[in-house]
């Protein structure tokens, strides 16, 4: 893996990032020129970009939003960041090649040119609505500029047109299902956490139909589109040529070998306005590589997992408290859990307990075994209760023990 080449795509990039001042200064600082990158491995000595580097750069006033901000800026998406509005910019060619990479993925879904698609994303201010509208038009498929928000009318508008593909959040599906939507081909989903939550797909089929493809997506303002699972389901697929991903050690910085969960890091393949170099995202996910019969083959199997903030440092090793919630939920064993962390004789002691419900307790060696495979650590107990005390899921006590 070390050996391997970086993609062509990525040299050119690279070499047009250090014409930006932001860029080029934080190469220049790390002593690395584009030059010098030859394989992905020599990637990996890029310096990241934060998500504070990133809103800082646009914070200057002379030139406007320094160095993300070229003379052939057509649109600009503001999208809500903590107290304000963060601006995305875009080329017309960022625009074009937005809206091509995702025609691949339309297709791979099973979209036909006589498909009549409804979106219920929002079109103001944000990028969502324009973003399927943009590749759906461009497909050559007919798309309704639908919005979000008045469900009866949805109903009736989607009912009434013969709509075929829906694009929404997932919640907003359910409940245009429940209130009397025809059957459609396809669902376009996003906004909310999907392929993460286990049974939330089986949900949707009740009501929207067994037959219904779904198709989930995860992207982020300041890049999109990211992945998207095709009708095999078979996991997001990173849409690489868009946008190369990284898993890196949040805590380290080291790049990771598929299949081990981390911070997911991106970087585009070929942006002018606002290009992002090694951002790091926040997100946890695991990259995985295979092959899909749609011809992608770096796929999310359990898409966003949870975020890095979250991490705890358990007998040496990172734990997020996600990846435990998204097991216990795997194996069916209700909703509630509280996990505690406590110190004995200096070693860090685990206990999971769980509410006891039908056939709980027959499952707690596979339980067992599962969390250690994920986790790489052995949960010392798992004990059931009938009810569990009020307060956090998870529970560091060692601070605490420390103090006493
Ligand atoms: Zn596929």
Redesign the pocket.
């Known amino acids: 893996m070390d050996e391997k080449k970086l993609p062509e795509g990525l040299k050119k990039q690279l070499g047009y990032l250090y014409t930006l001042d932001f860029y080029r200064k934080k190469m220049d600082r790390a002593g690395i020129s584009p030059r010098d990158i030859l394989s992905l491995k020599d990637f990996e000595g890029v310096p990241f970009t934060t998500h504070g580097e990133f809103v800082k750069e646009m914070d200057r006033n002379n030139p406007p939003y320094g160095s993300f901000f070229p003379p052939g800026v057509v649109r600009i998406n503001l999208t809500p960041s903590g107290d304000h509005l963060l601006p995305i910019f875009h080329t017309a060619k960022d625009l074009e090649f937005m809206h091509q990479v995702c025609h691949r993925s339309l297709e791979?879904a099973g979209v036909t040119r006589n498909d009549v698609c409804a979106v219920t994303f929002g079109y103001h201010l944000f990028i969502a609505g324009l973003f399927y509208q943009g590749q759906i038009e461009t497909y050559g498929a007919k798309v309704i500029p639908l919005g979000p928000g008045e469900t009866s009318r949805a109903v009736d508008i989607i009912n009434r047109h013969n709509v075929t593909v829906l694009v929404a959040n997932p919640s907003f599906a359910l409940k245009l299902a429940s209130s009397g939507m025809n059957r459609i081909r396809i669902l376009f989903a996003g906004g909310e956490p999907l392929t993460s939550v286990p049974g939330y797909k089986d949900r949707i089929r009740q009501a929207l139909g067994q037959e219904l493809v779904i198709i989930d997506s995860y992207s982020m303002s300041e890049c999109i589109p990211i992945a998207r699972n095709?009708a095999?389901e078979?996991g997001l697929?990173i849409m690489d040529e868009f946008v190369y991903a990284e898993i890196i050690d949040p805590e380290t910085g080291k790049t990771l070998e598929n299949g081990h969960i981390g911070e997911l890091v991106l970087t585009h393949m070929k942006k002018e306005a606002q290009p992002l170099l090694r951002y790091r995202t926040g997100d946890l996910a695991e990259l995985v590589e295979t092959p899909?019969?749609?011809g992608?083959y770096m796929t999310m199997p359990r898409g966003i997992s949870g975020r890095t903030d979250e991490m705890l440092k358990v007998k040496g090793v990172k734990l997020y408290p996600s990846q435990i919630k998204t097991i216990i939920e795997e194996h069916g064993i209700g909703t509630g859990f509280r996990l505690t962390i406590r110190s004995e004789k200096g070693a860090d002691r685990l206990t999971l307990t769980l509410k006891d419900t039908s056939g709980a307790r027959s499952k707690t060696e596979s339980l067992r075994h599962a969390l250690r495979k994920a986790t790489l650590l052995n949960f010392n107990e798992i004990v059931f209760s009938d009810r569990l005390e009020e307060g956090p899921r998870f529970s560091d006590e060692r601070e605490m023990e420390k103090r006493k």
Do not use: G, N, Q, V
Request: a positive charge; hydrophobic letters at 20%; glycine letters at 0%.
């Open positions: 791979a095709c095999m078979t697929h899909c019969k749609c992608r």
